[in-house]
């Protein structure tokens, strides 16, 4: 059976720091260039922009390991899971939402929080953006924002830790998806980051404006899941009224309960 699969870029300053400070605390057998494997996960290196990679090897599914950029530089941790509402302007395909690992963003973006108090850096989960798009379960671990923290051991030591603790929890949680909101899903972030919830798909109030809404994207939203989705959250204020409208419409079509986050 597949295992878990760590996918690396050799170009990504932060991936190559997470990679490292894994070796660094876990006993893996390095198989060839750029390969390692260890009895729960393996650990790959590729070429290329990590938004762009499509991983050659079979796993159950894959936790990249990447920089996070933003306008602000402001360090943080940042999980989730990659796909295009819309367009593909950062890799991947249009109107493609890869398969979510909901547990697995929860669990490490909440070991992020409890790790990363000595940094004191914020720690949130984005909204879905960028590629690759795949159709095995990806998910995202990310240190951000500038080159300083991309490089930053400790950081590395926090987002390698989060990426073990992921693949080696067994835990189950209830699983929903999010609509609504700027890209750090602030109402959705508190509920996956030491709340009750996971939540696969977040789709930004943003995106919804700008591509819209129809049956096929909220069939992705709601089926490209690991786990059963038991509800949608909706950013009241994230939404604007009309686009709000054509979202309930759509989720009532798919017998989908949602409520006002």
Known sequence: MAKPLVVVSSENAASVNIRDQILSFVEMDEM????????????????????????????????????????????CFTAHTPGNWGGAELGGGPRHLNFAHAGKVKEIASKMGELSGALGWRVSVEVDHHGPSLETPVLFAEIGSGASEWVNAEAGKVAAQAIVHAIRSERKFPCRIGFGGSHYA????????????????????????????????????????????????????????????????????????????
């Open 32 to 75: 060839g260039q750029g390969e390692w494997r260890c009895d729960g996960f393996g650990m790959i290196e590729y070429l290329g922009s990590i938004v762009e990679i499509v991983p050659s090897h079979d796993a159950e599914y894959y936790v990249f390991a990447s920089t996070h950029k933003s306008e602000s530089g402001s360090p």
């Open 186 to 261: 602030p109402k959705f972030t508190p509920k996956i980051v030491g709340g009750p919830f996971a939540f696969g798909h977040i789709v930004s109030g943003y995106a919804l404006e700008r591509f819209g809404i129809d049956d096929e994207m909220i069939a992705q939203a709601i089926k490209r899941n690991v786990d059963q989705v038991e509800a949608a959250e909706i950013d009241w204020k994230g939404v604007k009224g009309r686009t709000r409208e054509k979202l309930i419409s759509a989720l009532d079509s798919f017998g989908m309960k949602w409520e006002r986050a």
